[in-house]
Structures are given as C-alpha cells and as structure tokens.
C-alpha cells in the first residue's frame, strides 16, 4: 500500500494538485483562508499567471497579503521555476525571418522566464510604494519533498 507522501508525488495533474494545495493551505494557516485561486480557469485547466493564489489578509494590520505558487515539476528544475531571473533559454529553432522573439513580463512570463519568487516580488512592488507597511508571505508549493535551493 502507498503511503500519503508517495500518494502525492504519484500527482501528474497540475490542476489536482493546486486545488489539493489551496485547501491544504487554507488549514494550516487561517492567514489563507480567503486564498483565490488564480492558476485555474473555469473548465479546470491550470492557467499561466504572476501568481496561483493570492489574498489580502481580512481586517490585518498592517495589511497583510499572502501569495501562493504551485508546482509539480522535477526537484531538479525548482531553483528555475522559482528563482530564475528571467535569462531566456536558448531556443533550439530560430525565429521567423522578420519577427523579433516575445519578451518575457512579469505579466505574461515565458517559461523560461521569471521564476515564480521574482514574479510575486515584482506584484508587490505597487502595492508596497502605496503602503510601505505592507507585510507579503509566499508559499511555494510542490509534491517532490524537501527541497534546499
């Protein structure tokens, strides 16, 4: 019989799991509670975004947010999904004669893009220039197991 752990890291689906995330979340800490889930359209399909989840703590003070990102990709690819720095990958085609490769946002990443630590920074930054006191928490979220990066 599989335990809880293998049970977890057997998880393909990205939608599974970030809604599995969500609802855990929303247990351990009553700051995620009113967490919205962004990561997910309405036909259950996992949708690429700056966050996954996201919330203003209710009646915290300072204002509080609590941001929220989901993964289920290999241990060995974390440190870039969540810590890239937006160094695109070199693609292995070369581009249309005439078209100029799409930039990666903080709004709209490639996957090579920003990592997901960066892109919740960089949402905070308007927040923070109109109140410096706010107070941001991120989890990040995978079924791989421990993880030190």
């Known amino acids: ?15 599974l799991f970030e809604t599995l995330a969500v609802r855990a979340l929303s247990e351990i800490d009553s700051d995620c509670r009113a967490l919205v889930h ?7 399909k996992t949708i690429p975004g700056a966050l996954d989840a996201f919330v203003r703590v209710p009646d915290s003070s300072p204002a509080k947010y609590v941001a929220a990102a989901f993964t289920i990709t ?7 999904k969540w810590l890239n720095q937006g160094t695109p990958e070199p693609k292995s ?3 249309k004669q005439g078209k100029k490769p799409k930039q990666a946002t903080a709004e709209k990443p490639q996957k090579a893009g920003i990592g997901d630590l960066l892109r919740a920074a960089a949402k905070a930054i308007p927040i923070r220039n109109t ?5 941001f928490v991120i989890y990040l979220c995978t079924i791989k ?5």
Not at 1 to 15: G, Y
Not at 74 to 80: A, G, P, T, V
């Open 1 to 15: 019989m599989a335990t809880t752990v293998e049970k977890l890291e057997a998880i393909t689906d990205s939608a």
């Open 38 to 44: 962004l990561g997910m359209n309405a036909g259950g």
């Open 74 to 80: 290999s241990s060995s690819s974390l440190r870039r």
């Open 93 to 95: 085609s070369s581009t």
């Open 131 to 135: 109140d410096p006191a706010a107070q």
């Open 145 to 149: 197991g421990s993880i030190l990066i």
